[in-house]
């Protein structure tokens, strides 16, 4: 009810956002699980032709990032957060309707850029809407994003018993919703003449230093998110030795967004500084991978009863995990607006999350190869320690910028901060050292 009741206190816009990432979340899922066996059990398409799709797919998505984020900045958010959901449609329909080859790259470069254009626009209309409420905005943009993430899954498995065509038509049919339910309900709003060229905003971006840093900074969090597909899925197989264990790991995730993930924001929002909480989630998220270890390696479960108390401490692991990723995304995402000027919002999000994409790429690469290394030499252990050192030097990285100064104020603070001075000390300054740091919002530009 908590939950219900904040949603219910942000303007239409933001509500609207919201619901529409639970059926973003809800429609990709239900889909892209499942298009690998579609492709090879279906279609009889090779593991060559399996694997050029799927990458164009995500090439298609992690490569033009920066593209849907200058196009929110220059066209305005609105429009492309229709036209990617538009393009979904139309790309989910052709992997619904085709077969050959040719439909199918067309298919898998269509829903590619459908993310890539509306990821960094909702993101940037969501921090445009939300005001000084950012990290509540995207506290719940979490919790309706998990949300989907578990619901998608478990629709597509029903609508798989009947076919994949069904359920990609269903799918397309969601998205379908969405682009309608945009264009009448999502208010436009007006966009700012832009200044110089396209070029001169990336590299503005790519020119502030600081912002660079901390997008390599954050890699460690979101290659470590990626192994709640990958290294935890893997341990919980090895743990009980059934597959259906697996979605363990996202109810648990759901109930404790839907739990806890408000309530620790708003807690942690009015307790120090931003940066200060993005390092100890990120440290956190490194430190959920040490549970696991007490049952990595050795033999498969002997009975039901020791497959469970196996589980336990993966399930401890996942959602410690989860709990590290609710106390920091929102900071980071409400902290990226803040590193530049307003007009170049989407350009940050979308340039943060090519970063983040190339960060998960190589983080699954690198668990990867330590997943194999580890079978190999009986050193199960290996991949979980890579990510508690992957977890905590992010965190060491982040907390470095902080004192270096390196990291910008969210508006919101710098207004708390003039309203309420130290007691007994005078207003603390609302600059910080020059040189590489970027401006607030709130300072002169």
């Not at 899925?233 to 790991?249: I, K, M, N, W, Y």
Request: hydrophobic share 55%.
């Amino acid at each position: 009810m908590r939950t219900l009741r904040a949603v219910a206190s942000f303007p239409l816009a933001v509500r609207l956002l919201l619901v529409n990432q639970l059926g973003v979340n809800t429609g990709f899922y239900l889909l892209i699980p499942y298009l690998a066996t579609h492709l090879t059990d279906d279609l009889g398409q090779s593991a060559a032709v399996v694997g050029i799709v799927l990458g164009v797919r995500n090439l298609s998505q992690q490569g033009l990032f920066v593209v849907g984020g200058s196009a929110a900045d220059r066209l305005g958010a609105r429009g492309v957060i229709i036209a990617g959901c538009a393009l979904r449609t139309v790309g989910f329909a052709l992997f619904a309707l085709g077969d050959g080859l040719p439909i199918l790259i067309a298919a898998a470069v269509l829903s590619g850029l459908a993310g890539a254009l509306f990821n960094p626009a909702v993101r940037t209309y969501l921090a445009q809407e939300a005001g000084e409420r950012k990290a509540e905005a995207f506290a719940l943009f979490n919790v309706f994003a998990t949300t989907g993430a578990l619901l998608g899954p478990l629709l597509g498995s029903l609508l798989l018993l009947v076919n994949f065509t069904t359920a990609a038509l269903t799918a397309a049919a969601l998205f379908a919703v969405l682009t309608l339910a945009q264009a009448a309900v999502l208010p436009a709003r007006p966009v700012p003449a832009p200044q110089g060229s396209v070029l001169a905003d990336w590299r503005e971006v790519l020119g502030n230093r600081a912002f660079v840093a901390f997008s390599i900074a954050m890699a460690g969090m979101y290659g470590l998110q990626t192994q709640l597909y990958l290294l935890l899925p893997d341990g919980v197989r090895h743990a009980t030795g059934r597959e259906s264990a697996v979605g363990l790991l996202f109810v648990i995730g759901t109930a404790a967004n839907l739990l806890l993930q408000l309530r620790i924001t708003r807690y942690l929002q009015a307790r120090g500084d931003r940066a200060r909480w993005i390092a100890a989630g990120t440290a956190l998220m490194g430190l959920a991978f040490l549970p696991p270890i007490l049952v990595a390696g050795g033999t498969g479960p002997d009975g039901a009863a020791d497959a469970v108390l196996r589980l336990l401490p993966l399930l401890a692991g996942a959602l410690l995990l989860h709990v590290g990723v609710m106390i920091a995304q929102p900071f980071v995402l409400e902290l990226i607006p803040a590193f530049g000027r307003e007009g170049l919002t989407g350009t940050g999000f979308g340039l943060f999350y090519g970063a983040s994409g190339i960060a998960a790429a190589v983080g699954n690469a690198g668990i990867g190869w330590a997943m194999d290394s580890g079978a190999r030499s009986d050193r199960a252990w290996l991949p979980w320690v890579c990510c508690v050192l992957l977890g905590l030097g992010s965190a060491l990285a982040v907390a470095w910028l902080h004192r270096r100064g390196a990291l910008p104020t969210p508006p919101t603070i710098v207004a708390e901060r003039r309203a309420t001075p130290p007691a007994g000390a005078a207003e603390e300054p609302t600059t910080a050292p020059v040189g590489d740091r970027p401006r607030a919002e709130s300072e002169p530009r």
